[in-house]
Each structure stands twice: as C-alpha cells, then as structure tokens.
C-alpha cells in the first residue's frame, strides 16, 4: 500500500505554516458551517486530523465521520485529536481502494485532488461522488492554477518536494471545475485566498 506522506508526517504541519502561515488550515475549514447535525462526513486525505477539531467546536457530538488517509503515520496523528462525542472511524488506505457506502451527506477533500493526474483524479471523484446522495454537500480546498508565475514556481517546487520524499508523482493540477460541472454539481459558495492560489468551494450534488 501506498503510505502517502508516512515520512513527512512529524512536520508536515509545521511545514505548512512556515510556508503559509494559517492559510491552508483556514481554507480547509472555510465552509465548515455547512455541516448539520447528525450529518454522515466523509474526510477523504485529512492529514494530521487539524480539521477534525474545527468540526468538534461546531458540532461536539451527533456526526458520524468517516476518515480516510493513505499514511498511517497521519491516521495516527489524527486518532489523537479532539472528536468530542463525535463517531470517527478511521480508515488507512487510499481512498479509491475503499468500498464506500452510498449514504454521505457531506463529503470533505482538503488538499487531495493535488496529488492525482488528470485520469486517477476522475476515478477518484466518480468513485467519492457515488458515496454522496442527492442533494449531498462537498467541501472542495486545494490549490489553483492562477496563471501567474510566483504560483507556478511553487507549485513546481512542491511537486518536487513532495515527488522526492512521498512518491507523489503529478506534476500538474487536475482540471476540478471540469469535473464537478460534469457530474452536475452546483457552486453554492466559493472562496479564495493568496490572490486566487487556494481555492474554498461548497458543491451540491443535484
């Protein structure tokens, strides 16, 4: 099994906010409040589980959550969190390798379309948007392409970084928009910070 970033685990956080200080970590929890109570969460590539402490202060118990990492060294990391109340289970693997239920309300991907080519990016979304119901939210975070160079030389920069250490082999953003207007989602609330680099979205599936 692929053990994604197992060899950055220790300080990947740290890494994070030297290089952009809390913007990451803000832009994964942007739409937060779009979780109801007793919603049934998927968090697909959550890390360290930062995110899951954000959701416990909204909503300290009644959700289900399902948390799916490949690194077993993040899963790890995670399971120490504060959940409150909340159901976690935790799941180490890739996600695509996972057989999911089809009863989601709300499906989380902070940061994991990144680290996928154009083709694994639609398997992998054909394979999570089958696991979301009607009417089902996605809480979409990851990077941008801008056309601006400074964006295009880090972006390069940690592919290489990241390619080095964890075997990450992409080296391009998969085209997202496309995917979701394929798959008949619709925009509800976009944000954006690092003039347009990172990118908040909350989808409907319709």
């Not at 930062?50 to 399902?66: A, V």
Request: proline fraction near 3%; include cysteine; aromatic fraction near 12%.
């Amino acid at each position: 099994m692929n053990k994604g970033y197992d060899n950055v685990s220790w300080f990947y956080d740290r890494l994070s906010r030297l290089v952009f200080g809390n913007k990451l970590h803000a832009a994964e929890c942007y739409f937060l409040s779009a979780i109801m109570p007793a919603d049934n969460i998927l968090i697909a590539g959550g890390g360290s589980g930062l995110i899951l402490e954000d959701i416990t202060k909204l909503h300290p118990r009644g959700l289900s959550i399902t948390y799916i990492d490949a690194s077993p060294k993040m899963i790890a990391l995670a399971q120490q969190r504060n959940a409150g109340d909340n159901k976690v289970s935790f799941i180490t693997s890739p996600v695509q390798n996972i057989k999911l239920s089809s009863d989601y309300d709300l499906i989380i991907t902070p940061f994991l379309f990144d680290n996928f080519t154009g083709q694994t990016a639609a398997e992998v979304f054909k394979h999570l948007d089958r696991s979301l119901h009607c009417n089902g939210q996605w809480l979409y975070t990851d990077f941008r392409n801008t056309g601006r160079a400074k964006h295009g030389l880090l972006l390069k920069s940690m592919y290489m970084f990241f390619g080095t250490l964890c075997g990450i082999r992409n080296s391009t953003l998969p085209d997202m928009d496309m995917l979701f207007a394929q798959h008949a989602y619709q925009l509800k609330k976009e944000s954006s910070s690092m003039n347009g680099f990172v990118a908040s979205m909350e989808y409907i599936k319709q």
